[in-house]
Nanobody, 118 residues
Framework: QVQLVESGGGLVQPGGSLRLPCAASGIVFSINAMGWYRQAPGKRRESVADISSGSGIFTTYADSVKGRFTISRDNAKNTVYLQMNNLNPEDTAVYYC??????????WGQGTQVTGSS
């Protein structure tokens, strides 16, 4: 059974930082390109960042987070991370991880709430 468990969210002051880990189980983690997504209140879920399979040498970012967020992975721990710097209120959302390829999307986890205070 596939399980994705996000954590690390919280309330952060403008300009602050958070690091979100997502632990995956039930999949062969290293062969999956992974992504972070977020869903703000009243909005559709959107892709934030992707990382390629294996060593993760290829990454892509949404324009809104480019230069502030960094995605990385540790295949030994079956974990993908999202380092978020210079947070602002517009980053407020529930953050989720999942496969980066839509055809390989698994059941969504509970996500982790990130709130950027104003």
């Amino acid at each position: 059974q596939v399980q994705l468990v996000e954590s690390g969210g919280g309330l952060v002051q403008p300009g602050g930082s958070l690091r979100l880990p997502c632990a995956a189980s039930g999949i062969v983690f290293s062969i999956n390109a992974m992504g972070w997504y977020r869903q703000a209140p009243g909005k559709r879920r959107e892709s934030v960042a992707d990382i390629s399979s294996g060593s993760g040498i290829f990454t892509t970012y949404a324009d809104s987070v480019k230069g502030r967020f960094t995605i990385s992975r540790d295949n030994a721990k079956n974990t993908v991370y999202l380092q978020m710097n210079n947070l602002n209120p517009e980053d407020t959302a529930v953050y989720y991880c999942n496969a980066a390829v839509l055809a390989k999307i698994r059941p969504w986890g509970q996500g982790t709430q990130v709130t950027g205070s104003s």
